[in-house]
């Protein structure tokens, strides 16, 4: 398997969830090993930033960035959409402090991606093959990583809520599944969230196009929910654009008990410095992510 691109440039814009500006994103083709590359292209001066677990600045409530003369917030969603459908190399270009969150989910990425078209590069694909267990706990959420010959994700919630409770999912993403199992899972919230978040001038571009509102026995969502079990596999959609930022692709199942952000960051950063549990290996014996623009269903 080789490293992989864009084969045209991405253009879009659309409102921040928590500045509510209209924002503008271009996403270009990089070159091999460069990574996903993000820049504040409003800043004057501003340089190119690789997204990696160390140059995380927040985990309140995104994933922001430290972009020199700048941050960009909510990375995850494009960051899922590029590592599902195996993107290894662009450079990001963000007019404004975070890249828009379009309908909640990553599936707008996804269809922009595709739009644009992936190519292959002249350069192996580098993948981390785990031989030991790796456990971060803080308090009762964990997340680990358990050595396996796939790429697996295993996710439980819990909140103290009637309508959400707990949910639990499984994908074994080798087999593919990514867009018709995650993509388009939605971001999500508490009315009483929500309201107190307005109250405090955060999550300014906020509403029910673009997260899905729990408000006691039900949604606000006229819609419905797309997925029975939609916010524990959005959870998953934010792990996975998350540990991207470790910039390979890896094998093994990852299980996860309520994890955030933070936590999700945490252990991307535990993963690469774990050196002793992982060798580098260049080709694999199977697909540590299924390729890149399969829409088979994935069951749980």
């Given at each position: 398997?080789?490293?992989?691109?864009?084969?045209?440039?991405?253009?879009?814009?659309?409102?921040?969830?928590?500045?509510?500006?209209?924002?503008?994103?271009?996403?270009?083709?990089?070159?091999?090993?460069?990574?996903?590359?993000?820049?504040?292209?409003?800043?004057?001066?501003?340089?190119?930033?690789?997204?990696?677990?160390?140059?995380?600045?927040?985990?309140?409530l995104a994933t922001s960035i430290n972009c020199g003369k700048g941050s960009i917030s909510t990375i995850e969603h494009l960051m899922g959409a590029l590592y599902g459908l195996g993107v290894d190399n662009a450079l990001v270009d963000v007019y404004g402090t975070e890249v828009p969150i379009?309908?909640?989910?990553?599936?707008?990425?996804?269809?922009?991606?595709?739009?644009?078209?992936?190519?292959?590069?002249?350069?192996?694909?580098?993948?981390?093959?785990?031989?030991?267990?790796?456990?971060?706990?803080?308090?009762?959420?964990?997340?680990?990583?358990?050595?396996?010959?796939?790429?697996?994700?295993?996710?439980?919630?819990?909140?103290?809520?009637?309508?959400?409770?707990?949910?639990?999912?499984?994908?074994?993403?080798?087999?593919?599944?990514?867009?018709?199992?995650?993509?388009?899972?939605?971001?999500?919230?508490?009315?009483?969230?929500?309201?107190?978040?307005?109250?405090?001038?955060?999550?300014?571009?906020?509403?029910?196009?673009?997260?899905?509102?729990?408000?006691?026995?039900?949604?606000?969502?006229?819609?419905?929910?797309?997925?029975?079990?939609?916010?524990?596999?959005?959870?998953?959609?934010?792990?996975?654009?998350?540990?991207?930022?470790?910039?390979?692709?890896?094998?093994?199942?990852?299980?996860?008990?309520?994890?955030?952000?933070?936590?999700?960051?945490?252990?991307?950063?535990?993963?690469?410095e774990s050196t002793n549990c992982y060798s580098i290996i260049e080709q694999p014996d199977m697909p540590a992510f299924s390729s890149l623009l399969e829409l088979k269903p994935q069951g749980i």
């Open positions: 398997m080789f490293q992989t691109t864009l084969n045209n440039t991405i253009k879009f814009d659309g409102i921040g969830l928590h500045s509510g500006e209209t924002i503008q994103v271009v996403v270009n083709p990089s070159y091999t090993d460069t990574g996903i590359m993000f820049r504040r292209a409003d800043i004057s001066g501003s340089a190119y930033t690789k997204a990696s677990p160390y140059t995380v600045t927040s985990t309140q379009l309908d909640g989910s990553a599936y707008p990425f996804v269809e922009m991606i595709r739009e644009a078209g992936i190519k292959e590069l002249n350069i192996k694909r580098k993948y981390l093959k785990f031989k030991k267990r790796i456990i971060i706990e803080k308090g009762d959420k964990w997340i680990e990583l358990i050595p396996s010959r796939f790429f697996k994700v295993t996710f439980g919630i819990s909140f103290d809520d009637n309508f959400v409770q707990e949910q639990k999912a499984y994908f074994n993403f080798s087999d593919g599944g990514f867009i018709e199992d995650v993509a388009r899972a939605r971001t999500f919230g508490f009315k009483k969230d929500v309201d107190a978040l307005h109250a405090m001038g955060l999550a300014k571009g906020g509403s029910l196009e673009n997260a899905v509102v729990v408000d006691g026995s039900g949604i606000l969502n006229p819609e419905g929910l797309r997925y029975n079990d939609e916010f524990v596999r959005h959870k998953i959609l934010d792990l996975l654009g998350d540990i991207s930022l470790i910039g390979y692709r890896f094998y093994g199942h990852v299980r996860a008990y309520k994890s955030g952000h933070m936590l999700n960051n945490i252990f991307a950063r535990t993963l690469l």
